[in-house]
């Protein structure tokens, strides 16, 4: 079955660049049936959607941080990654990794996830 | 972008009980909406996708309802591991959105 688990640095300055990586096993990134998407939740709050890509480069990204993330694959590693530019204390948050299916007549859904990583932004 | 509510939160139940959570959308979203339960530290779990199809391996005592606007998630004799917080998921517009989740607790 799949896993994926999320790597990075656990603290970030703030301005500079938050960035993690995905690594995929038990699957492929290269699958045609799956999207990969960043999701991250705040200590205490909602989870919010950051964007996804698909193997082949198409990227979507939530408007509210378009202007400072950026999404990429490596498939010869089966991993993704995510930057995200300029941070602040507002970025710090738990951040997953996960699958995402093609969309179908009754939508898409995040199966399976990774576990999580904590990333604060802190001077 | 398309604002998920959730009712109640928290929710206070008993093992055994019958729990009811429901999930809102700011616009039609047909069916595409999702339901994860998520336990602390732990990333979420997916449940129910299309508003009512149970992921294979999810425990029968969970159901989902609704179309529209208006979602349900009903969990049937509520068991100690089911206390958790409960997130519904809109896929019908990106951005996706996620609900504020429903805490079920004792």
């Known amino acids: 079955q799949v896993q994926l688990q999320e790597s990075g640095p656990r603290l970030v300055r703030p301005s500079e660049t938050l960035s993690l990586t995905c690594s995929v096993s038990g699957g492929f990134i290269s699958d045609p049936e799956f999207y990969w998407a960043w999701i991250r939740q705040p200590t205490g709050k909602g989870l919010e959607w950051i964007g996804s890509i698909y193997y082949r480069g198409t990227t979507y990204y939530n408007p509210t941080l378009r202007s400072r993330v950026t999404m990429s694959v490596d498939t010869s590693k089966d991993q993704f990654s995510l930057r995200l530019t300029s941070v602040t204390a507002a970025d710090t948050a738990l951040y997953f990794c996960?699958?995402?299916?093609?969309?179908?007549?009754?939508?898409?859904?995040?199966?399976?996830w990774g576990q999580g990583i904590l990333v604060s932004v802190s001077s | 972008d398309i604002q998920m509510t959730q009712s109640p939160s928290p929710l206070s139940a008993s093992v055994g009980e019958r729990v009811t959570i429901t999930c809102r959308a700011s616009?039609?979203?047909?069916?595409?909406l999702n339901w994860y339960q998520q336990k602390p530290g732990k990333a979420p779990k997916l449940l129910i996708y299309g508003a009512i199809n149970l992921k294979d391996g999810v425990p029968s005592r969970f159901s989902g309802s609704g179309s529209g606007t208006d979602f349900t998630l009903t969990i049937e004799n509520l068991q100690p591991e089911d206390f958790a917080i409960y997130h519904c998921?809109?896929?019908?517009?990106?951005?996706?959105?996620f609900g504020p989740g429903t805490e079920v607790d004792v």
């Open positions: 996960a699958r995402r299916s093609l969309a179908t007549d009754i939508g898409n859904w995040y199966d399976p």
């Open positions: 998921q809109q896929s019908y517009r990106t951005p996706r959105t």
């Open positions: 616009q039609n979203i047909d069916s595409y």
